[in-house]
Structures are given as C-alpha cells and as structure tokens.
C-alpha cells in the first residue's frame, strides 16, 4: 500500500546494538571515582554505539527509500542466503569497528599512561637533582663560613699572642735598663765612697788600725790592707767590680768574718764551703777578712769570669 511503511529488508527488526544502562546504574557510576582507564572505556563505548547506531539508521534508511516487491523480496531472500543474512551482516561489522575502536582506545590509554609515568619521573629526577644542587651549595656555604671563622680566630689568636710577647719584650727590657741604672749609680755611690775612705785610710796611724790589719801583717807579713771589711775590699777588688761583689756579701754573710751557716757548714764572709777551702789563700782564713775577701774575688774569677758574672747569677739562683 503506497504511503505504508516498509518492513526492514529480510522482515526482521534492527535493535542497537548496545543497550543502554539503566537509571540505577547510572547512578551507581556516578556514585564511584572514575579512573583515566574507567573514563577511555566510557568513551570507547559511547563511540562504538553511536558508529552502531549511525551504521543501523542508514541500513533502515536505504530499504526504505528504494522500493521493492515483498512477495520478490521475499522470494529472493530465500533464494539466496546472502541477502537473507544482511541484518546480520550489518551487525558483524558494528562488532568489528566496535573492537577496532577498543583496541585504538586502548593503546591510546596505553600512551597517555606511559607519556604520564615519564613525566613524572622526569619532574621527580628534576626534583632530586635540584634538592641536591641545594644540598651541595648548603655545604659549600657552611665550609666556607668555618673556613673563615678558623681563619679569623687564627690571625686573631697570632695577633694577641705578639702583642703580649712584645709587651713582654718591652717589660724586660724596661727591668734590665732599670737594674743596669742601678747598678750604675750603686757603683758610683761605691766609687765615691773609695774615694772618701782612701785618704783617711792613709792618714790613720798603724796604731790604731782594727784587730784585723794587725793580725794579717803578724800572719802573712806581705798586706797593708786595713779597715773594715767593706773597706778593705774597696781596696782589693777593682773599682768596676765592687759593687757586684758588695752585693754578694753583704746577701751571703752581712760582712761578718765569724759568720757560720747552721745547716751545712759554710763559713766566712764569702760562705765557704767548707771554710778551710780558703788556706789556699792564708792560714788565718777564720778571723782575717784579707784573706777571706782575696779567696773569694780568685773564686769569683775563676768560676764565674768576674764579680758582675757571679753576682748575675746568684739573682737567678739565690746562691753561687
């Protein structure tokens, strides 16, 4: 009947080839986070269905424009197979592209996810690279700022340390001028005193000379010192060295002939150890001060060079 419409070519009915999901499962797709692979797989299939469905309509389209006879069709579907199987034909093909594009999908996915992998280990080996140019530059930093402050430290500390040994330099050298001044004005007030005692020494009479001078004639006959102690070694001594060997005397015995050290034993006005050493110069060497200053200044000579050496070295010492 013209204006009625066709039955599809074969008298079969073309249903899609994808069902849609229902209303529940809609929601419970929704209710889930959708991973990268969740949503390709999702499109994947939205463009199968829609190749199908697109692929359906035409087919539809196509029998029912062009006309045809039914009892024809209809024998000539059943004369021949291949036209009775169109409709399925036609879905074989959808299956085909609907895997075709599967597998196009999935190699898509396959992609983006190793093109996301390096990426990623690309930012993380950046990362890492960039942590450790920090780390580097840190250390760097902090070795050059110890280096600095052991640097500072040492020119500081060598700093300090001369300082304090030109100081002491300067001390020393004040102390020695100091005692050098006063051994000066020592010996001259030494000298002036000589020069004092000698003409009084030589106007006293023989008379009245002290016990002392009498004794060393009657003993060695050969001296004509006389006086006190102190003035007979102004006579014997030599006038640059007295007041060095005045020093030592008067430290060692007070200028005392009898003086005698308790504990070991040393005698006279130079402390003699033992007393007797100073026969050498005299037998009367306990009671007469020529003989005990005589062997003193020899001792002095002999051991230390002169009075000034001997009486350097007693202020280190204490003794000599």
Not at 177 to 203: H, I, M
Not at 275 to 291: C, E, H, I
């Amino acid at each position: 009947m013209p204006g009625a419409p066709r039955a599809p070519v074969g008298g079969h009915r073309v249903h899609p080839a994808v069902r849609p999901p229902a209303r529940g499962e809609v929601a419970v797709q929704h209710r889930r986070t959708l991973t990268l692979s969740e949503k390709l797989r999702r499109h994947r299939t939205a463009l199968v269905t829609g190749i199908a469905t697109f692929a359906v309509a035409g087919t539809a389209t196509l029998a029912l424009a062009l006309p045809q006879n039914t009892g024809a069709a209809a024998t000539a579907t059943t004369a021949d197979p291949t036209l009775a199987g169109g409709p399925r034909l036609s879905a074989d093909a959808a299956t085909a592209a609907q895997s075709a594009t599967a597998s196009a999908a999935d190699r898509a996915a396959a992609e983006a996810s190793a093109a996301a992998a390096s990426e990623a280990a690309a930012s993380a080996s950046a990362q890492a690279e960039a942590e450790a140019s920090a780390a580097a530059a840190a250390s760097a930093s902090a070795s050059a700022q110890a280096q600095a402050q052991a640097d500072a430290e040492a020119e500081a500390e060598a700093s300090a340390s001369a300082s304090a040994s030109a100081s002491a330099s300067a001390a020393a050298a004040k102390a020695k001028a100091s005692a050098e001044a006063k051994a000066r004005a020592s010996a001259s007030a030494s000298a002036a005193s000589r020069a004092q005692q000698r003409p009084s020494l030589s106007a006293t009479p023989s008379a009245s000379a002290s016990p002392f001078a009498s004794a060393s004639a009657s003993a060695s006959g050969s001296s004509s010192s006389s006086g006190t102690p102190q003035q007979i070694a102004a006579q014997i001594v030599p006038a640059g060295q007295l007041s060095c060997f005045s020093n030592i005397v008067e430290r060692e015995s007070s200028w005392n002939v009898h003086a005698t050290n308790a504990s070991s034993g040393a005698y006279g006005l130079m402390q003699a150890l033992p007393g007797s050493k100073m026969a050498s110069v005299g037998a009367d060497w306990r009671d007469n001060p020529v003989t005990q200053i005589k062997w003193g200044l020899q001792y002095m000579n002999e051991t230390y060079g002169s009075p000034c050496a001997a009486w350097s070295f007693w202020q280190s010492h204490n003794w000599y």
